[in-house]
């Protein structure tokens, strides 16, 4: 059974819009959300992260949102790049331990 | 470089044969993770070393796949008896225990079985 889903595998954004990711997990003991980004032949790069206790977080042009009470989370990058192009992966963990559990990625592509 | 750096980049190997990937983390990590990735899915996790102990392993981590962190520094997974199956991108990563669940992974292993 798949704990965290992303169900879009891909997205397509006009540059200079919004580009929205989406993340549902089903484990309810996931207290630590991440994001990352993956370009083709490399590892993934981490991006942002949530603890539990809050329900959103910044940096820069990347924002994330989670609902605990719907188990979903969301990447927001505004405005999108081309250089934004990129496999996006949603990940959890819960306590310390540092074991992530991974989506399958959304491929996001960012047109000029 | 000061980023986690695996080697080799990428290795074909033959059917029935042993393979070793090396993995040097960031320096001051006290946490080293191993995770695999086939095409399509998203990493998955294969095993974590804490210091030179190894804390957790997946039941993905078959009995031909052993890791080692003798010195608590760099780490290396070896694959033995190698199947079509194993080919996939195998991942390292670091962390410190103080940094929360954030893990830095590097540019991956490319294995291909043939």
């Known amino acids: 059974d798949q704990q965290v889903k992303q169900n879009s595998p891909s997205l397509s954004v006009q540059e200079g819009r919004i580009s929205i990711l989406n993340c549902d997990y089903t484990?309810?003991?996931?207290?630590?959300f991440l994001w990352y980004k993956k370009y083709p032949a490399e590892g993934p790069t981490f991006l942002i992260s949530?603890?539990?206790?809050?329900d959103k977080n910044e940096d820069g042009r990347f924002t994330v949102f989670l609902n605990k009470s719907a188990k979903h989370l969301s990447l927001h990058i505004v405005p999108s790049q081309p250089g934004d192009s990129a496999v996006y992966f949603c990940a959890a963990s819960r306590g310390s331990q540092g074991n992530l559990i991974f989506g399958k990625g959304t491929k996001l592509s960012v047109k000029p | 470089d000061t980023g986690v750096s695996q080697d080799p980049r990428h290795k074909i190997t033959k059917r029935g044969q042993n393979v070793t990937f090396r993995c040097d983390p960031i320096?001051?990590?006290?946490?080293l993770y191993w995770y695999r990735q086939t095409l399509g899915q998203g990493p998955e996790f294969l095993t974590y070393f804490q210091n030179e102990a190894q804390l957790e392993k997946s039941r993905l981590l078959s009995d031909r796949f052993s890791a080692e962190r003798p010195k608590g520094s760099f780490s290396t997974l070896e694959i033995q008896r190698t199947e079509q199956g194993d080919s996939a991108m195998y991942l390292c990563?670091?962390?410190?225990?103080?940094?929360?669940?954030?893990?830095?992974f590097g540019e991956g292993s490319w294995l291909t079985v043939v």
């Open positions: 949530i603890s539990s206790i809050k």
């Open positions: 484990n309810s003991m996931f207290d630590y």
């Open positions: 990563a670091s962390s410190r225990t103080d940094s929360g669940n954030t893990i830095y």
């Open positions: 320096s001051e990590h006290n946490r």
